[in-house]
């Protein structure tokens, strides 16, 4: 974490799964102290992988691995959901202390083009996204072969609710347009999108 403190790029070749977990953990500890040490890190982080390290989809990695800046190939195995799901953890906590726009244009970009067609209607998971010339999605088979992927998959519908309302002072932000009612009784708001 220190050079991503200092504001440098250390990502080629680790292990994209391993360290994103790691920086949620960065995020959580600057949420409940303050410390800016890991601020630092995560928005670092977070601005690495967001604006260098992704494709358009919002997905990162390929082979379970971040590559050099600016060779992210398309391949078979490309963008892990288990990134794209532990990447929204780590947007949303840095939302929660800094409500940018970026914040919320990623969770919307990641949630429309990667989570929502992240299980089909058998409840079979995606692992990695096909993004070669005609690809086409690969859903495992319900348990078939436990992943990462599998466990994070299961709780990915739970995402599609979480950054759609955000409290605002004594105002609420409309951060996504979806089908939602909001009930904030202190305020007397009822709140519903159709």
């Not at 083009?113 to 409840?123: E, F, M, P, V, Y």
Request: hydrophobic share 30%; net charge negative; with cysteine.
């Amino acid at each position: 974490m220190d050079p991503l403190s200092r504001g440098e790029d250390n990502l080629s070749g680790l292990h994209a799964n391993t360290q994103i977990p790691k920086i949620v953990g960065a995020a959580k500890i600057y949420q409940l102290t303050g410390d800016e040490y890991y601020k630092n890190v995560a928005e670092n982080f977070w601005n690495y992988v967001v604006y260098h390290r992704s494709y358009a989809t919002g997905g990162n990695c390929d082979k379970e691995f971040f590559t050099d800046l600016g060779t992210e190939p398309r391949s078979v195995d490309s963008t892990e959901t288990c990134n794209v799901y532990n990447m929204l953890k780590l947007t949303e906590y840095l939302y929660s202390v800094d409500p940018k726009t970026e914040y919320i244009e990623y969770a919307e970009n990641v949630l429309y083009n990667h989570i929502l067609g992240s299980q089909n209607q058998a409840g079979d998971k995606t692992y990695n996204i096909d993004l070669t010339m005609g690809g086409h999605k690969n859903y495992m088979r319900h348990c078939q072969n436990f992943t990462c992927c599998e466990g994070t998959g299961m709780e990915n519908p739970g995402r599609f609710y979480r950054m759609i309302y955000a409290q605002a002072g004594k105002g609420v932000n409309v951060n996504l347009f979806v089908d939602s009612r909001l009930t904030w009784e202190e305020q007397g708001i009822v709140l519903k999108q159709t």
